[in-house]
């Protein structure tokens, strides 16, 4: 069979990245849009690989009962596949089923590729804004073609496609998107902080430098806004145009994980004088979950590639006496610590909490490896991506590493992505 053929598929099962599993004469298909226990109708999209065969959901033929009308109308299967915008590859499954779906994938991760076998969940990170998973994204990119076209790109690719909603949107940015906005070809930003007014973040491409002489981009004034985001009674500084977590409950939720977390491993406070570190720590989110624990003398480090949020992390952490915010690469930042920490600063460390934030890639071997040199005594490791974790996860644990308590958080409903926070304490290197 080539790509073009029809198939009908039995469903059987859900893989990570928010694709489903089908068979076909042995061989796995994957395919999106659909739901386990569900007869579909494919299209075959890719046939080059013999393990393993892509396709597109055309028609269903047999209905799973968790199956409802898709949230985001243009994307349900009735649109032909070209013309499904991405960004909600959930939306057609009742919200419960998929907090099921991700509790699947999450636990199969972690078994296959970590040797973690556990009972995790994936939960709702506090009452939905709706019954349906709507209404929480308060950050939203969309994207400008050379044609002036503003919206979502195609689902697996880079071709815009406009719609008149935005329902995973908060209704501020949904109603800011239906107004109208011109905007030059790139990517075009809505975000709306906790002070309620939605900024519209233009980021026109920028033709690649030629040579060192060539020009350098310029940076919008407007992303540079400085803006105050709100967790409980704490205010956080953070760039218009940086990084903050997308769903308006995400960042009390993850708050309250990680103290959760480190409660499950003994830790109901924090020592001050330990060494505490927060990697990949952007404007200090999490370094403040932890120092918040040990109380105004608490010693935290907070570790960030990007020099803005490196400046507003230390604002953020001023009421910390004894905190800093460093500008550097998390794993060359680590190396340098290896070479010059005293047997004092060690030991402090080895007393501490180290948490850590990477991107969807995970931390990798390279930082791994140096934590299982420095030893901290307690590690929290906050992951986007269940694989990613569960390979570090498994790193860590042949490292003497054990996992106590493991959560998922569903901070992306209707859609695949989903979070987990995961701690770790030192048991010792395995004999």
């Not at 905007?183 to 075009?188: F, H, I, K, T, V």
């Not at 990798?364 to 269940?386: I, K, N, Q």
Request: with cysteine; net charge negative.
């Amino acid at each position: 069979m080539q790509s073009g053929d029809l198939l009908d598929l039995d469903v059987t099962d859900v893989a990570h990245g928010g694709v489903f599993v089908a068979r076909h004469e042995g061989r796995v298909v994957f395919v999106p849009d659909a739901i386990p226990g569900e007869r579909v109708r494919a299209r075959l999209t890719d046939t080059a690989k013999s393990s393993f065969w892509r396709a597109e959901a055309l028609e269903v033929l047999e209905a799973s009962p968790h199956r409802r009308p898709h949230v985001w109308s243009p994307a349900d299967i009735g649109t032909d596949p070209e013309s499904r915008p991405g960004g909600a590859d959930f939306g057609h499954i009742e919200l419960t089923h998929q907090r099921e779906l991700k509790q699947r994938v999450l636990r199969d991760a972690l078994q296959r590729f970590g040797g973690v076998d556990s009972d995790v969940v994936v939960a709702s990170p506090g009452a939905d804004e709706t019954a349906d998973g709507t209404g929480w994204r308060t950050r939203v990119s969309l994207h400008v073609d050379d044609e002036g076209r503003i919206g979502p790109f195609a689902a697996r690719s880079h071709r815009v496609v406009e719609v008149d909603d935005l329902p995973l949107a908060t209704p501020a940015i949904a109603e800011a998107v239906t107004g109208g906005r011109s905007a030059a070809p790139g990517r075009l930003d809505l975000v709306q902080p906790a002070d309620g007014r939605v900024r519209a973040l233009p980021r026109p491409e920028t033709p690649r430098r030629r040579g060192r002489g060539g020009p350098r981009p310029t940076v919008d004034p407007a992303l540079r806004e400085v803006v105050t985001e709100r967790v409980g009674d704490r205010d956080f500084r953070v760039d218009a145009g940086g990084f903050w977590q997308v769903h308006r409950l995400a960042p009390v939720a993850l708050r309250d994980a990680v103290h959760g977390g480190l409660r499950a491993a003994g830790r109901d406070t924090v020592d001050p004088d330990a060494w505490h570190l927060d990697l990949y720590g952007g404007v200090g989110l999490l370094a403040a979950s932890v120092a918040e624990l040990g109380g105004p003398a608490t010693r935290i480090t907070s570790v960030e590639s990007d020099p803005r949020a490196t400046d507003h992390a230390g604002e953020n952490l001023a009421e910390w006496v004894g905190a800093r915010a460093e500008t550097g690469r998390v794993d060359r930042w680590l190396l340098r610590t290896e070479q010059t920490a005293s047997n004092a600063e060690r030991a402090r460390l080895r007393a501490g909490v180290t948490v850590l934030d990477p991107p969807r890639s995970g931390a990798g071997r390279e930082v791994v490896d140096s934590l299982l040199r420095l030893r901290p005594g307690t590690l929290v490791y906050v992951a986007c991506d269940p694989v990613a974790l569960a390979r570090d996860l498994g790193m860590l644990r042949a490292g003497g590493y054990t996992p106590v308590s493991l959560q998922g958080l569903d901070l992306f409903p209707n859609s695949h992505h989903m979070e987990a926070v995961a701690v770790l304490t030192d048991e010792g290197p395995l004999s």
